[in-house]
């Protein structure tokens, strides 16, 4: 019987040192590889504030009992949803041609910082790229720089997933804002 018990334990350690150094290597493979694409993009977006419908690319559509829906709540924004179809500029210029549109929604979703999470597509139609790129994410706004997922896409992007970096490139009190996007793709079909 402890023969029998001795060879168990044996499997056992051997088929965790087994597992254990797969997931160790396929760690490190992640990590070494390369984007198969790299872009970086820039997004503008314009929140209606009561006074600037004809220009303005994102508006509040829902917002806690104690705020409004044209300007954005207090207790740094904490509960209100912003839908946003912004243009997207291959720079910093808003004036710039766009090459696409930033689609999706962000809800402001914690009290204490300033705290969103974002969803929302990249629609591109230009000369250099046709086809749309999926983001999800976390964005706590007081960092520089904001990883957020790749989670697919079509077109020229189809399937993509990967990684995007959001760093605010400009920020005009509770109207504007630009973000710099920089995406790398780990996954091209």
């Known amino acids: 019987m402890a023969g029998g018990r001795k060879a168990s334990i ?21 990590r070494s590889r390369q984007p198969c694409k790299n ?13 600037n419908a004809a ?12 705020a409004n829906r044209t300007i954005l709540a207090g207790l740094n924004h904490f509960g209100d949803v912003v839908v946003f179809d912004d243009p997207i ?3 910093n ?22 705290n969103s999470w974002l969803a929302f597509t990249f629609v591109l139609n230009s000369t250099d790229y046709k086809g749309t790129i999926n983001f999800v994410g976390a964005d706590p706004l007081m960092n520089k720089t904001r990883d957020i997922s790749v ?18 490139d400009a920020f ?18």
């Open 10 to 30: 044996l499997h056992l350690l051997f088929f965790f040192l087994l597992f254990s150094s797969s997931a160790l290597s396929a760690k490190r493979t992640l």
């Open 151 to 168: 989670v697919g896409g079509t077109g020229d992007f189809f399937m993509a997933r990967g990684i995007a970096t959001l760093m605010t």
């Open 93 to 114: 210029n808003l004036n710039s041609d766009p090459v696409g549109r930033a689609q999706g929604i962000y809800i402001y979703d914690k009290k204490e910082i300033y």
């Open 89 to 91: 500029t291959l720079d």
């Open 39 to 51: 872009l970086v993009l820039y997004f503008h977006d314009i929140i209606y504030n009561g006074r």
């Open 55 to 66: 220009n303005a690319t994102a508006a509040i559509v829902g917002a806690p009992v104690w």
């Open 172 to 189: 005009e009190g509770e109207v504007y804002f630009r973000l710099r996007t920089d995406i790398k793709l780990y996954d091209c079909y």
